[in-house]
């Protein structure tokens, strides 16, 4: 098994939560994601010319809220303090089938490509990711999107536990808090997963190819 190189046939992109709802939100964010957005194009070009298998994660949630648990904790995932009595809020969750929830224009799926949703930080908690991966035998998982920090920390450390050779897209991933970015791609992730730039993956599918 070389590091330095990626099977396309056993190696599969999963775009994480790039959706109009958390990308467009507000010019400040727009432009954050802008530059993520130019790499995950970047990415999703190279593994589709090498013949991947491509998914997509998307928040699904009921517009009722009636399967989103109330988690107490002590701070939003900003770090924001939780004032008392507002512990029992869902916001800010996305609604399935709304336009929040529609897949950027710049990274659109194809008809072949797999639709993920999702109802929890992580990619694979009730959803048939880990299936679709085995049932095309796929060994390496190449991953970007936003947050750096919750969901896709989430599917990375699920994807450690069921065994996947992980491959993190640095420049292709952001958070609202650059030094939990920062913290993640050099001290968390290199614990569990290749940190690459998008340049670098797609270096590892040359190699593979030479």
Same mark, same amino acid.
């Given at each position: 098994?070389?590091?330095?190189?990626?099977?396309?046939?056993?190696?599969?992109?999963?775009?994480?939560?790039l959706?109009h709802?958390?990308?467009?939100?507000?010019?400040?964010?727009?432009?954050?994601?802008?530059?993520?957005i130019?790499?995950?194009?970047?990415?999703l070009g190279?593994?589709?010319?090498?013949?991947?298998?491509? *998914?997509?994660?998307?928040? =699904?949630?009921?517009?009722?809220? &009636?399967?989103? /648990?109330?988690?107490?904790?002590?701070? %939003? !995932?900003?770090l924001?303090?939780?004032?008392?009595?507002?512990?029992?809020?869902?916001?800010?969750?996305?609604?399935?089938?709304?336009?929040?929830?529609r897949?950027?224009?710049?990274?659109?799926?194809?008809?072949?490509?797999?639709?993920?949703?999702k109802h929890?930080?992580?990619?694979?908690?009730?959803?048939?990711?880990?299936?679709?991966?085995?049932?095309?035998?796929?060994?390496?998982?190449?991953?970007?999107?936003?947050?750096t920090?919750?969901?896709?920390?989430?599917?990375?450390? *699920?994807?450690?536990?069921l =065994?996947?050779?992980?491959?993190? &897209?640095?420049? /292709?991933?952001?958070?609202p808090?650059? %030094? !939990?970015h920062?913290?993640?791609?050099?001290?968390?992730?290199?614990?569990?997963?290749?940190?690459?730039?998008?340049?670098?993956?797609?270096?590892m599918?040359?190699?593979?190819?030479?």
């Amino acid at each position: 098994m070389n590091p330095d190189h990626l099977d396309p046939a056993r190696t599969a992109l999963l775009v994480f939560d790039l959706l109009h709802g958390h990308v467009n939100k507000d010019a400040p964010t727009r432009a954050r994601f802008e530059p993520v957005i130019a790499q995950a194009g970047r990415l999703l070009g190279a593994l589709r010319e090498a013949g991947c298998m491509v *998914a997509y994660a998307q928040a =699904d949630h009921r517009a009722d809220r &009636a399967t989103s /648990a109330v988690i107490l904790r002590d701070t %939003d !995932n900003r770090l924001r303090p939780i004032a008392p009595g507002q512990a029992a809020s869902h916001l800010p969750l996305l609604t399935g089938g709304t336009a929040a929830t529609r897949i950027i224009e710049e990274l659109q799926p194809r008809p072949e490509d797999y639709l993920i949703p999702k109802h929890r930080w992580s990619a694979f908690h009730g959803t048939y990711l880990d299936l679709a991966l085995r049932t095309r035998g796929i060994q390496n998982l190449v991953l970007c999107g936003g947050s750096t920090d919750v969901g896709v920390a989430s599917t990375a450390y *699920a994807a450690r536990d069921l =065994d996947y050779q992980l491959v993190i &897209a640095s420049d /292709a991933c952001t958070s609202p808090e650059a %030094d !939990n970015h920062a913290q993640f791609m050099t001290r968390i992730f290199p614990r569990m997963a290749r940190v690459r730039s998008v340049a670098q993956v797609q270096e590892m599918l040359r190699g593979a190819a030479g």
